[in-house]
């Protein structure tokens, strides 16, 4: 679950022991206005302290706070109480007003005796004249997946979309420019009767060909690179090693690597250093041109 | 815009005209103020793009631009920080898809001049080659993003390995990632065939070869490969729908999940 910050909730206690000391002030500190029957019924209330207490006991029990557990059953006895109040009010008055059938409804009570008393009964209404209740508290992890650290995150547009312009458009222009100056190789017209020497599958399947000269066609054409792209695929199920850091992965990258090389030396070798016959030449005494094109 | 437009009319018509005569560049700017306010251009360009009137760059626009567009499908609204540096991604992955849109481009331009039978396909590369507009340019700009798409998937791949991306949430995608390689694999290596030279036929004689080591049904795999026991104008045709069809179609449909699903996983990676 989502943890409420300190700093936060240092604040909110501070700001609730504010309120409550003001509170207090106009209550006590003006003797000219009677203090309300309601505050005087309840008693004072709660301290801040005793507020800030229960508040930080329900945040580590994740329950609702004793403070407002006893708010709510002082309100639920008021409410009993105004119900009858206003009942009788409404009697006397030959009542236009909607009946309250739960006992623990302040808000219809109160309509109830603001209809027929002409004034909203003390006690039923809350502070700045809110006539809601608070039904219960939900702590927002319990129903929502909250992130729990927040992430530091960018706009797409521009942040992202035009690095990706900038970068399609650099292709775009490497490519041009390199295509103007290099042909694709086109020679002559298919001839099943003239076979070149040497014959060069493409460039990428050239590493599987020179497993040929090493293994039987069925493993070097088909079982290592089958049995490598299947273990290739399987990366994700076989690493149960957690961590991303390289610090942490040094096997995975070690053996990637060596994968990574070895192919790349095979395909190296493959390209420019098998000549006639798919012997092993030196590409600088013999040239290129004859033994490899893309 | 308007008085760069208006102070260029004035110095052209070197103060000849009136007054009170609207210079080109103001009936122009009035133009376009009265187009951008048209109904046809709104329902064009939704709140956010940057081509409708009043667009200022403000964090709500910035989110308009991706949400009310159809790039919403492709990227989110924001990302993560790290995301759009550089040195993370070296730009790989887009990369690899805006070279599989080159070759798209360009390969549908190369099918207007190309028949894919044996006594034709040669002699079309060939005048495509010499007496089309920019045929040559096409067919190598075709040719050099093939190679340069299989080299960016590979290191993009490498990437992706290290920096750990494969692992839980990511490593169905990372399955889809593997296909993807192998696609752009066979497309490259079917689009080899095409040409219908020397090189390509030997290639293809090496590589089908191969494959018809297969272990239990090798003989038949090649059968099926070449539409024949051996390469032929059917092999040339088999390959070309391989090649202009059936492998697109489908990488097509890789991509798309493999783009959905960087998404559903949480995004790109890391930060490391």
Not at chain 1, 257 to 281: D, K, P, Y
Not at chain 2, 259 to 265: A, E, S, T
Request: aromatic share 10%; with cysteine.
């Amino acid at each position: 679950m989502a943890e409420v910050p300190e700093h936060l909730l240092k604040r909110a206690a501070e700001r609730r022991a504010a309120l409550e000391a003001k509170k207090r002030e106009e209550a006590g500190g003006e003797p000219a206005e009677p203090a309300e029957p309601a505050e005087a019924a309840a008693g004072a209330g709660p301290s801040a302290d005793e507020i800030a207490a229960s508040q930080a006991e329900a945040d580590k029990t994740g329950k609702i706070p004793a403070h407002l557990l006893a708010r709510s059953a002082a309100a639920r006895a008021k409410a009993e109480a105004g119900e009858g109040g206003a009942a009788g009010a409404e009697a006397g008055g030959g009542g236009t007003a909607t009946t309250t059938t739960a006992p623990a409804a302040p808000a219809g009570a109160a309509a109830a005796a603001r209809v027929a008393g002409g004034q909203p009964a003390a006690g039923l209404v809350g502070p700045a004249g809110h006539t809601q209740r608070l039904l219960t508290v939900v702590k927002a992890g319990s129903i929502q997946d909250v992130k729990a650290t927040p992430t530091d995150k960018v706009n797409v547009w521009p942040h992202l979309l035009v690095v990706e312009f900038v970068a399609s458009l650099a292709m775009t222009a490497f490519l041009l420019v390199f295509s103007t100056f290099v042909n694709a190789p086109l020679l002559g017209q298919a001839n099943v009767n003239l076979t070149p020497n040497p014959s060069k599958a493409p460039w990428y399947f050239l590493g599987l060909q020179e497993l040929l000269t090493m293994f039987h066609p069925m493993v070097a054409g088909v079982m290592i690179p089958g049995m490598g792209l299947v273990g290739l695929g399987l990366a994700g199920y076989v690493d149960k090693n957690p961590s991303h850091k390289p610090e942490d992965r040094k096997f995975a990258i070690a053996l990637f690597t060596f994968f990574m090389m070895f192919w790349a030396i095979l395909v190296i070798i493959g390209s420019f250093f098998r000549g006639e016959g798919q012997n092993f030449i030196l590409p600088w005494r013999q040239g290129v041109h004859e033994i490899f094109d893309l | 815009m308007a008085r760069l437009f208006g102070l260029g009319g004035k110095s052209s018509s070197s103060g000849a005209a009136p007054r009170e005569r609207k210079s080109a560049g103001e009936h122009l700017s009035e133009g376009v103020g009265k187009l951008q306010g048209s109904q046809f251009w709104t329902s064009v360009f939704r709140p956010g793009s940057i081509f409708r009137k009043g667009y200022t760059d403000s964090p709500r626009n910035r989110s308009y631009v991706i949400m009310n567009s159809v790039l919403y499908h492709l990227h989110p609204v924001k990302v993560k920080r790290h995301a759009v540096k550089i040195s993370y991604t070296l730009c790989l992955g887009g990369l690899s898809f805006f070279l599989f849109i080159i070759l798209t481009v360009t390969g549908i331009f190369l099918m207007f001049f190309y028949r894919p039978a044996a006594a034709n396909a040669w002699g079309d590369i060939k005048s495509l080659q010499t007496s089309v507009t920019f045929g040559l340019l096409v067919r190598n700009m075709h040719r050099w993003a093939a190679h340069l798409m299989v080299l960016s998937v590979f290191l993009h791949m490498a990437r992706v390995f290290y920096h750990g991306a494969y692992k839980p949430p990511r490593e169905f995608n990372w399955v889809i990632g593997v296909i993807l390689l192998t696609l752009t694999l066979l497309l490259s290596f079917t689009g080899y065939l095409l040409p219908w030279d020397q090189l390509a036929l030997w290639a293809v004689t090496v590589g089908t070869n191969m494959m018809g080591y297969t272990p239990v049904f090798g003989s038949q795999v090649r059968f099926v490969l070449l539409g024949g026991a051996e390469i032929s104008s059917a092999t040339l045709l088999r390959w070309y729908v391989l090649h202009v069809l059936m492998f697109p179609f489908i990488i097509v449909i890789f991509m798309a999940v493999h783009f959905w699903r960087v998404r559903k996983d949480g995004g790109i990676s890391g930060p490391l």
